[in-house]
């Protein structure tokens, strides 16, 4: 629960902003309210920056025509990238904030860029979670059906230059652009409750350091970047129960506090059963063979972004699939594409196969007939895979367990043995500016929030690249706002 | 925002309990306090009693061996019912909740009867939405698959004595007992904030009435019964936005106002993205056909109870759904059943009808052909349906728009146009005694809540009954709590 000015007496520490949370938008919070002249001071609970952001995968979602698309070969607007994200991180995906994120979205690369964050102006061009190359140019699935006929494709993932995952890298760049800026960064503080003052607005927060108790009085405002709630069990289950039991992509600390505090202090909450989901399979096995569910039907063309397959699997399908592929298919993948996931059961025919892994024959059977008769044609009437990836397949099959899992080569990855590795995308509701709403949809005075502790511009879909995207973008609108600014950076 | 104690001065009225809302829950609620010997007062904004509770089919789910159950040669215990629930109510249902409502479920049967009211001893036995008959007894998915094979089935739905709708007969009747209790019942009575005392307790509450303001105190607490928040297309869109769109089951008073005022003084909700799902169709003609997805597929055992159909077609297919039948399979069907429900599509082979309606025509071919080649055998290995409904499929064969919806024969059924009826089943978080938590979980003093402006017995699954079940039981349990006894009745 919040306490009140009245309470606390004299603040032991003051500042003009304070952000909550050194992940990618509590560091792009804190680099522009100190830009804007605020004095800011940043309290991280554990002892260094990073939080979730730096275990993961480093891509930004950026487009409209950057100059890594541009050298790429890539025409791209902010119109174009704005119908792709409606599309894909709907239904009801949050337009006014893909608006501003879209408009701004190069000037955004360029902040990136100004910060140390590196780029190389090169694509990687096949379904992937993390590409094993330093390639900065991705594709997010706007090149797949339905995206290709909603918006002009163009690949909109931005990779760091880092061989592999790149959130290491990201959050090494902006923390040293933090240390260079006039922030007064500490570590090991744990917040605790936020400080009401006498207009019901946001005065301060108490932390804890070490046991000791102290209080931070925030003369224009708390901004709280403090990551999600997926390890948060209690909330899980209240909120988003499809996801308890899961894997975890997160820091361990992604425990909902922040949205908690806010809410104690009567602040509103926006789509919170929804998550990312980084299913446990290899998106270039899915593209070559296919994805069935415990009827052996498909459900999803396999080419796409493999974080819409994992939400078609968990939220539609139950987490009960399986992937399904021929020898050629599986041979024609790359080792370092593989992960170390090999065939859990072979057979000579679709049928036998089925019977293996408990789906009924006469379906997977059908299943892989029909998609043979079209693929020879090029064609998926079913699921419309793109004709790159269509081929029909022949014995010997292989069928490989999700819930088997996989290994990723790099820490923080989609990881094994639970069919997925989530993070939740629900969380605080806020304007563009960060600030955070109360249930009649009014501002909270004095609090503003971004990153994972916010709904941001997603509702249920997801895209890799949209949360550090929208966390390092809305991040700064929240602490420009914070310390005084229209917000706009 | 809640308002003080210390701002309102003097109470124009005063109570002991004060419940909130006159459905079914405020009934329950109010008929218990008066029982327990508390002075009880009653404020609903309409002018009478009923909410929409009364525009509803009327069902009630219980079990364990009621008097209907055992006159119709059905054994069933508290184990088996409650085994059901967990299963069709989940995944992550409120075991405790079901624990209780399936131990003291024939006395919550008790009870009604002795409220007045009736079920006749005869079983409706073929799935429906609401039977053309006044039977007192009705399955609600309970022998169908899986539920047939993770408990003993019985069926459970219990349905007072009316043609079609029970609502009215059942909101008749408990608003009888009210009248003849010591309640105070007022109406067009709009509350408009909770009071809170002190101790951040609940006091009591500012109403409206007439566009005159009045003042409630309730010694002992106060009793939220209003209903969920179907009718807030604001709500809808934060928490459960698959739903908005689509048409509503209610009164048209299901705003959510009662949740936003506790969650205003502190209360923790739940599972706010579930809903009831009453699809527009007839049972009937998918137990004798099929019901396919936007790829030609089935998706479930057709013969199950419709609202879990309803779930599977919105949350796992985008309600992007076709009711296919052929000749003899319609003509069966008997005309007060059909509920003027006709072909949209006819055509003389599945390909064909695929073609008409824009569907992949080799997959639906191919799902018609593998469910005729095993219902020749009365199986189906894909979706389990009982033999009792398997029969290969034969020209002609016809399609039904599921979006161009049907009329029930009576005021606030499953109505058209829409694809679905719904309304939402998350809400506040409360103990099994209907005391509100708030968000660690501790209860707000003074402030009790049952029904729909509740997360009750479900998590996300739903079966007819259950709400009025669940509205009805907690009731008693949340009027006895509030007026201050240990909460069991």
Redesign the interface.
Known sequence: ?PRHVDEIGSFDLETDVLVIGYGCAGAAAALEAARSGARTMLLERAGGPGGSSALSGGEIYLGGGTPIQRACGFTDTPEEMAKFLLAALG??ADDEKIGHYAEHSVAHFEWLTEHGVPFKPSLWDSPSWVPPSDDGLMWMGENSWPYNEIAVPAPRGHRPTAEGFGGRLLMERLAAAVSAARVDARFDSYVTNLVLGADRGVAGVVARRYGAEFTVRARNGVVLTTGGFVDNE?ML???A??L?GLGKNSDGADDGRGI?MA??A?A??????AGQIGISLIPGMIARGMIVNG?????INEDTYPGLVGQAAL???GMDVWVIIDEQGYEAIPEAERWGVRPTQVADSPGELAELIGL?P??LR?TV??YN??AKNGED???HKDSRWLRPLSAPFAAISVAAGMNAPAEGGVESGKGASVFTIGGL?TTVHGAVL????AAIPGLFAAGRATSGLH??GYVSGTSLGDGTFFGRYAGRAAAGGNGTP
């Open positions: 629960m239904p009801d209690e289950a209240l909120h129960p499809q308890v908690l809410q104690a009567g509103a909450v926006k789509h919170m059963s009827k052996g039907q498909r459900f939220f539609r399908q009924p006469s379906a059908s007939e029909v008769r079209h009437p079913l699921c509701r109360d249930l009649d949809g509702s249920w």
